[in-house]
């Protein structure tokens, strides 16, 4: 489908999708073609034949993005400082820490879990994530997927690979916690756990993939996921999204802090979030819970089966938070979402953030050169990082959180946003 200017690229047909318009360079508003002949080959079509909202496709090989433009990070620019001692880029310091873990880079591998795209890669991920001493989440799912043997297969190429540096953290939901993953995640050596809120993907719907045998989808039902149907004869696991009331939150909190682990979390960015961190920040002031870093999942990746349409019309960047906050919790807060650059980390640290979580561009790592691909690519980042930080004469990268005076929004929606000036007299 070519470009139509003015419109969304996905809306009513996408090569992700497996849709296309007989007129793509006639299309209305809507994205019906102009001069409509009812073919059936857009979205409308589809959905007539399956009665079900589109899923991006073929599952279990490739990995997604939205395509929808919001506004992100790309309409900040940073700006340097002209005055200040020589600063080599070489000589700054990018070790810090992210909870109670060392890091060579504010950098972490966000959690992905049992879907195939992420599990194929799971040993290359966790040994280049040592090798470069960064934090390495192991999603949601795994035990019932692939059993206690493929959980343990995530967590110890991390282990036997570690330095001192960085942190393999197990992550839970709902049924996940049921199966005693955190217990698991104790037994086989993993620094820590995460705690799942939502993901940016689909906050609120639960992980989802396609498993094609009745035999496969009862195992799933008999472990407490929601299976559904598909025209074809597969069938979709949804895992359950949970509940998130003040009193049980308090509760498992409570409870998950009894494993005297470091605990990590996340959620996707929406309505109420102000609301969740304050009251993470009380649990960790008033009761203890040893909370490190809340990890917010912003607009538009995912490695599995998020529905199309969710991934595009819902959320936004979830470095919108920061402009929102009144001021910082007692945990460190990364930004997941579309990062993939060390300009992404830097931008996001100068509105506030402790650092960065990526999935999909690890994954591009791992593909193209295994765990080395993985090093390699922090160490690209770690340079960018370097360079930046060099540009405004400081010496540690710890020192860019915060400076939202070095950074201009091109457009008023970035300043809105971001709470970032558009006037080059504010910033010059």
């Known amino acids: ?4 200017k003015g419109l969304r690229y996905h809306k009513n047909a996408n090569k992700v999708t497996g849709t296309k ?9 809507s994205g019906l073609c102009a001069s409509c002949v009812k073919c059936g080959q857009c979205e409308i079509g589809k959905k007539a034949k399956t009665g079900q909202t589109l899923f991006p496709q073929p599952f279990g090989t490739t990995q997604f993005g939205a395509e929808k433009r919001t506004p992100n990070l790309e309409d900040l620019q940073i ?11 070489r000589q700054v310091k990018t070790e810090t820490k992210i909870g109670k873990f060392k890091v060579k880079a504010p950098l972490a591998i966000a959690a992905m879990g049992s879907t195939i795209v992420a599990h194929s890669l799971g040993k290359e991920l966790a040994e280049g994530a040592a090798r470069a001493g960064i934090l390495m989440s192991i999603g949601e799912n795994v035990i019932a997927t692939y059993g ?5 297969g995530r967590i110890q190429p991390f282990l036997d690979n570690y330095n001192g540096y960085g942190a393999v953290i197990v992550q839970g939901n709902v049924n996940d916690i049921k199966m005693g993953v955190y217990d698991l995640a104790k037994e086989y050596g993993a620094h820590a756990i995460e705690v799942k809120f939502g993901q940016g993907a689909k906050q609120g719907l639960g992980g989802e993939i396609k498993v094609k045998t009745q035999e496969e989808a009862e195992k799933y039902k008999q472990l407490g996921y929601h299976i559904e149907k598909n025209p074809d004869g597969t069938f979709q696991r949804h895992s359950m999204p949970g509940a998130l009331t003040p009193e049980k939150l308090k509760e498992n909190m409570l409870k998950y802090s009894e494993l005297d682990l470091p605990i990590f979390t996340k959620t996707g960015n929406g309505r109420g979030i102000i609301r969740l961190i304050k009251a ?4 960790k002031k008033e009761n203890g819970v040893p909370i490190q870093s809340l990890t917010i999942d912003g607009f538009g990746g995912g490695t599995g089966m998020s529905p199309w349409l969710i991934m595009n019309e819902m959320n936004i960047d979830s470095a919108s938070v920061l402009n929102a906050l009144e001021e910082k919790p007692s945990f460190d807060i990364l930004l997941a979402g579309g990062h993939n650059t060390g300009f992404d980390i830097a931008k996001g640290m100068l509105l506030g953030s402790s650092g960065s979580a990526m999935g999909r561009p690890f994954l591009i790592a791992a593909n193209t050169d295994k765990e080395k691909g993985v090093e390699n690519f922090v160490k690209a980042l770690i340079e960018e990082l370097q360079m930046i930080t060099a540009t405004m004469h400081l010496k540690s990268v710890e020192e860019l959180i915060g400076r939202k005076q070095n950074l201009i929004a091109l457009n008023k929606e970035a300043k809105e946003m971001f709470g ?3 006037n080059p007299k504010a910033v010059l």
């Open 148 to 152: 206690k043997e493929g959980l343990k």
């Open 79 to 89: 700006m340097p400082e002209l005055y200040g001692e020589e600063v080599v880029f």
């Open 21 to 29: 318009l007989t007129f793509p360079d006639n299309v209305t508003q």
């Open 1 to 4: 489908m070519t470009e139509i």
């Open 420 to 422: 970032v000036p558009q």
């Open 280 to 283: 993470l920040d009380e649990l």
